[in-house]
């Protein structure tokens, strides 16, 4: 089983991981998605998103941006971070299962700055 979370508005990818709307959690099997969970954002505060996620196992988290600071973390726990992605969420999971979704782009650095 691996769990993986898109940065969402509704059902489509967001721009922003830590200003999403909403989190949907996919768990996925060998043959695909089993289930999907929508969990709301609990609050963006610097830190505490890749923590929360992780500790929720998910493994990947797939988003259109993020800040240096949350890339970190995740990387410190373990989690893949797919960058670049937008269109629908599920879409975008069922491209990455497939090997076609490619992490695109750096995480912004400016974000630190704007949350001080």
């Known amino acids: 089983m691996k769990k993986i979370a898109v940065a969402s508005e509704g059902t489509v990818v967001t721009g922003h991981f830590g200003h999403c709307q909403n989190f949907l959690i996919f768990t996925c099997n ?3 998605i089993e289930s999907v969970e929508d969990v709301k954002n609990p609050g963006h505060k610097p830190g505490f998103l890749p923590n929360f996620l ?3 196992n998910v493994s990947v988290v797939i988003c259109g941006g993020m800040g240096v600071h949350a890339s970190e973390i995740f990387q410190s726990r373990g989690v893949e971070v797919v960058l670049g992605a937008s269109g629908d969420s ?3 999971v069922e491209a990455y299962l497939e ?3 490619q ?4 995480p912004c650095e400016h974000h ?3 949350h001080n």
């Open 30 to 32: 060998e043959k695909g």
């Open 54 to 56: 992780a500790d929720q």
């Open 90 to 92: 599920k879409a975008a």
């Open 99 to 101: 090997g076609k979704l």
């Open 103 to 106: 992490s695109v782009g750096v």
């Open 112 to 114: 630190h700055e704007e």
